[in-house]
Each structure stands twice: as C-alpha cells, then as structure tokens.
C-alpha cells in the first residue's frame, strides 16, 4: 500500500524543525535508534529556518506564521539550554 505525502510550507518548516531536534539529542536518530548531538548540525538547521522565516515574511498565513515563529523560538531555548 503506497502513502500519499502532501509538500507543504508546514511540512518542510515540520522536517527541518525535527533534524534539529535530533542534533540537539531531544529524540533518538531514526537511523540509529540512539541519541545523539550535533551541535553544529542542530545549528544549522536552526539557521535555514531563520533564513526561512526572513525570506518568508509576509507571505505566510497566519498559522505558518505562527507554527515557523514558535518552532524557531524553541530550538533556539533549547540549543541555549543545552550548553
């Protein structure tokens, strides 16, 4: 039984949002199975959601704005935590 996946704004912001959650050792490496950190690879991809969110503004609705906003301020609280 073949998936049907829909290409979003959301679902990218979603999938850059979870590999830096990974590299930041928050969930287990879905190839692993283990954690691990990354700094510099939780890094940037907090970074593309930055340039995302600049190159983006004022062309999201209200609800990609907000689910960009909130996952940019929390990885960036946990990346600040983390050291």
């Not at 049907?4 to 990218?12: I, Q, R």
């Not at 503004?57 to 689910?67: C, P, S, V, Y």
Request: hydrophobic fraction near 40%; avoid cysteine; charge should be negative.
């Amino acid at each position: 039984m073949s998936e049907s996946f829909e290409a979003s704004f959301s679902v990218l912001v979603t999938s850059i949002a979870s590999s830096a959650a990974i590299s930041l050792g928050l969930a287990p490496n879905p190839s692993t199975g283990k954690i691990e950190e990354d700094r510099a690879m939780a890094k940037f991809n907090i970074d593309l959601l930055n340039i995302l969110q600049e190159k983006t503004k004022n062309n999201l609705t209200a609800d990609e704005q907000q689910l960009i906003s909130h996952l940019v301020q929390d990885l960036h609280l946990k990346f600040v935590q983390k050291k």
